[in-house]
């Protein structure tokens, strides 16, 4: 049986060069640099089976010159396999076990794609939470690696929209839970005369006279709203659920996992969809 990989079956290194061109992975053309003129590709022993080669002056590239995986040894089967390890959400130990790679390879793969989600978002500006009217929640949780140290000064804050189906949210690693911390988070993504469910609603209302600013949004003690408050939980329920995952994880990583998170909710509630757009969007990252 051929080696698949979700839907795609390959059959040997041609068949990976050509997912790898057709999804706009590897270029499709190339001109010699000293030449000027196009490069042919030709059979060599590398990660890619191919090099660019330029008839007249000789000069060879490798195929991956330029591209994400430029100066790496990973071949393009392992590569491709890791990405799908990752789409499927298969833990680390688990894809080195099923690929044979070394942890720090799996490891230094995995975050690549945990660092291109959080590109990716910062690439696209999502819309605005809220609107004249509508409701969205604050959040403010601990993000303890041990209960036995307790919480220290790690938390994350986000905001969620109540109005949206299915739920939109925004989580962020924050170092304090200052008024004049979060003020500027929430002004951010948000817009103007959105309503700000919040059980610090005194100290929001206080810091934005105090600055101008965020006063056009109304804070509002979220009491007895158990609607809202049931959307919240479910949101931060599916957070915490990827958060198991992050046990151990160094404290500058956290942000790369929420981001993963928001990715996932966005592009990636279907597995194989998660596939396909983590690959569309390297090539999106990494043109060619
Ligand atoms: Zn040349």
Not at 210 to 224: E, M, S, T
Not at 265 to 278: A, R, V
Request: charged share 25%; glycine share 6%.
């Amino acid at each position: 049986m051929l080696p698949k990989i979700g839907p795609y079956a390959f059959n040997g290194l041609d068949d990976y060069m050509e997912f790898f061109q057709r999804r706009g992975l590897y270029p499709t053309a190339k001109n010699c640099g000293y030449c000027s003129i196009p490069m042919y590709t030709s059979t060599r022993n590398r990660s890619d089976g191919l090099v660019w080669r330029c008839h007249r002056c000789r000069r060879t590239i490798a195929m991956r010159t330029g591209t994400f995986l430029s100066g790496q040894k990973i071949e393009m089967d392992n590569w491709l396999n890791l990405v799908y390890y990752w789409a499927t959400e298969t833990p680390v130990k688990q894809a080195i076990v099923h690929t044979g790679l070394k942890p720090k390879v799996v490891i230094q793969q995995y975050r690549f794609l945990r660092d291109l989600c959080s590109r990716k978002l910062l690439a696209t500006p999502a819309a605005l939470f809220g609107g004249p009217g509508v409701i969205v929640q604050t959040v403010e949780r601990c993000f303890s690696q041990s209960k036995k140290n307790g919480c220290g000064q790690q938390w994350i804050f986000g905001l969620v929209d109540t109005s949206t189906k299915p739920t939109r949210g925004y989580l962020h690693y924050v170092e304090d839970r200052e008024a004049t911390t979060l003020l500027p988070i929430i002004e951010e993504n948000t817009q103007d005369g959105t309503v700000i469910h919040s059980d610090k609603w005194t100290s929001y209302r206080r810091e934005s006279t105090l600055h101008g600013i965020a006063d056009n949004r109304h804070f509002v003690n979220p009491v007895g709203e158990a609607y809202t408050k049931q959307i919240v939980d479910s949101y931060w329920n599916k957070a915490k659920s990827k958060f198991k995952a992050m046990k151990g994880v160094k404290r500058e990583w956290i942000n790369e996992y929420l981001d993963e998170f928001m990715w996932r909710e966005e592009y990636g509630k279907d597995l194989l969809q998660c596939f396909e757009n983590i690959i569309d969007h390297i090539a999106e990252i990494y043109p060619q």
